[in-house]
């Protein structure tokens, strides 16, 4: 007798999903695809509930191995499973269909933050996982939400939930790490709708997560949402409310690049340049430390295209401010000239004005 494969519920699952989203990428009438998938409010609660809330395995995964973390997290990420296409298929739906998407996450949101409490009062301690995943589906699809508030068309208060769900889960006793990673990250992606004094209350906690006892899960969500603060607030020409918060902002990002490697290396090296881009006055008092470690970088992962071009950028960078502190980094620099293959020191010489490199070469 033959042996019958059991098609893995998983499978299952990823494809049923993709289904869903050829369906709604095919540009058929709504009520053509809402008889094909019931709805988009059932669809969004099915895929909060079902697929995209963090399996034990992962959990288990993610805590082993940081970098795989990073790379699930990546928007651009190679990698599959359930909760992406999941993700996959909220974008999807966000975009093809934002006026019936958005009101149905609303109910899906409101539906499973209460679900997520009774669990909790139940003492059932995976309730933070409902919590995570909304979270994550908010975040994910931060520009319908955004849009559609500006333009009066959700009833939906974003800053009650700010600070009733996701400043609460951040600023909770116990809860997983997870949680807490996932409530900086979503937070910086929601700043402009923020309060000065919420916002203070978020870089406070975001400068904490980057601590180096805090687990590695919180710390890369930590320079995700580091990222996203100043990439917002330099967008809108405020950056004075990062100042107080940049000198620990950078120490603990410059421990996370020196204690970790591939993909969260990667990461804190993309957010560092984000960072020394905020203010030229920070960025010279702080020369002495990120050249020798962009130099380190550099001579530990020169194979790796991906450090290398971060590194240039980089150099990019603190050239771009054409201040007196260069000449300091430049002969630094130029004291690697032996050993370098060439490419990057041309890339050097193109970016760096040649008063600096005459003055660096004496």
């Known amino acids: ?59 288990r995964m993610w805590s082993n191995d940081p970098d795989q973390f990073v790379e699930d997290e990546d928007d651009d990420t190679f990698s599959y499973s359930v909760r992406i296409s999941a993700q996959d298929l909220l974008l999807s739906l966000a975009t093809e269909f934002p006026n019936e998407s958005a009101p149905a996450l609303c109910h899906a949101f409101t539906q499973h933050i209460q679900q997520a409490e009774m669990d909790k009062n139940a003492g059932n301690p995976h309730w933070w996982k409902i919590h995570e995943s909304c979270l994550l589906a908010l975040g994910s699809v931060r520009n319908l939400f955004v849009d559609h508030l500006k333009k009066g068309k959700l009833q939906f208060d974003i800053k ?21 990673g996932r409530c900086l990250w979503t937070g910086s992606r929601f700043a402009a709708v923020m309060d000065p004094e919420i916002m203070e209350k978020f870089l406070q906690a975001t400068m904490t997560g980057l601590h180096p006892t805090q687990p590695a899960s919180v710390r890369i969500s930590a320079v995700r949402a580091v990222f996203g603060f100043c990439e917002y607030l330099k967008n809108c020409g405020t950056t004075q409310i990062l100042f107080n918060f940049l000198p620990n902002i950078m120490e603990g990002l410059l421990s996370i690049t020196t204690q970790f490697s591939s993909n969260v290396l990667a990461l804190s090296l993309e957010t560092l340049i984000v960072v020394l881009a905020i203010d030229d006055n920070f960025t010279a008092s702080v020369e002495a430390k990120v050249t020798p470690l962009t130099i380190a970088v550099f001579l530990k992962y020169s194979s790796d295209p991906l450090i290398v071009s971060l590194v240039e950028d980089m150099i990019t960078q603190m050239a771009m401010w054409g201040r007196p502190f260069l000449p300091g980094a430049l002969s630094q620099w130029y004291g690697l000239k032996r050993f370098l293959s060439g490419a990057l020191f041309r890339c050097l010489a193109e970016l760096i004005p040649h008063r600096f490199i005459r003055h660096a070469t004496l």
Request: aromatic share 12%; hydrophobic share 50%; proline share 8%.
């Open 160 to 180: 009650h939930f700010i600070e009733s769900v996701i400043l609460a889960d951040m600023t909770a006793g116990s809860v997983s790490p997870f949680l807490i």
């Open 1 to 59: 007798m033959s042996k019958v494969n059991k098609f893995p519920l998983y499978q299952f699952l990823s494809l049923s999903l993709l289904l869903c989203k050829a369906l709604f990428s095919l540009s058929l009438p709504f009520p053509v695809v809402l008889s094909l998938s019931l709805s988009p409010s059932l669809v969004l609660s099915f895929s909060l509930q079902d697929t995209i809330i963090p399996s034990s395995n992962f959990v």
